[in-house]
């Protein structure tokens, strides 16, 4: 059985960023923002996405919000003490404008990445160009999501090949340190390699050409697609008129 919320069509889900990116502008306070986080984390859990989702989210969002919390609790101006220590003291003002802040990150956050986690990059590059969207745009946009995902496997499989020449690339600092330097060059040259590879490709499938092409991705849009629509931006519309639920 398919799972509804995969199935769903990308400029829907695209939608549900969007309000998200604009609820929280609106909505005051910080109660709601930082809910859209586990919100997210249910719909992730629904999707079949859960692990990789919170995977990536606190490894990439925690730091930031530790470090921001420390930075803005202690050295925002303010004249509430909560607490005190050597030259340090904890302000009211400093923590509430660190959960102001941290919670527009973390719903931010949250929503992007769940975005790509239950979006396939092709089908996105596929609904932005049914809504006319350049096929250079869509293409700039398609090599920086899959940029990283792609060096992280060329990185890998370089990292494997010098294992199996006898290269030592684990251990302590100092030996990692060492492997990193031919390693970065096989990379280097790897990644222009493909870059050729890559036009060489592009111009084979008539990139440039003005004629009109066709697609073998369909995408279709069901009931739910419309009726989330038309949800979306009902409550967007309310709490844009009301300043908040």
């Not at 101006?77 to 941290?102: C, R």
């Not at 066709?214 to 519309?237: E, G, P």
Request: with cysteine; hydrophobic share 50%.
């Amino acid at each position: 059985m398919k799972n509804p919320i995969l199935q769903l069509h990308p400029m829907t889900k695209l939608l549900g960023v969007f309000f998200v990116l604009i609820s929280i502008l609106i909505v005051p306070g910080y109660g709601y923002q930082y809910l859209i986080l586990p919100i997210c984390m249910l719909i992730a859990l629904l999707a079949g996405v859960f692990n990789s989702f919170c995977s990536l989210i606190f490894k990439g969002v925690t730091l930031i919000v530790l470090f921001i919390f420390i930075i803005q609790g202690f050295f925002y101006p303010g004249e509430t003490v909560l607490w005190s220590g050597w030259i340090f003291s904890l302000k009211q003002e400093g923590l509430e404008y660190s959960l102001l802040l941290t919670s527009k990150i973390v719903a931010i956050t949250s929503s992007i990445t769940l975005f790509f986690q239950i979006t396939k990059t092709k089908d996105f590059i596929v609904a932005l160009e049914k809504i006319g969207t350049p096929k250079k745009v869509t293409y700039v946009i398609m090599s920086t999501l899959q940029i990283i995902p792609q060096m992280r496997h060329q990185l890998n499989a370089i990292m494997d090949a010098q294992q199996s020449r006898g290269v030592e690339t684990e251990g302590s600092l100092k030996i990692r340190a060492k492997a990193i330097v031919p390693v970065l060059g096989t990379l280097i040259v790897s990644s222009f390699e493909n870059t050729q590879e890559r036009v060489i490709t592009l111009e084979s499938r008539a990139f440039t050409s003005h004629n009109k092409k066709t697609n073998v991705t369909v995408l279709h849009k069901s009931a739910l697609d419309y009726v989330l629509r038309v949800i979306l931006l009902a409550l967007l519309v309310y709490i844009w008129v009301k300043g908040g639920f």
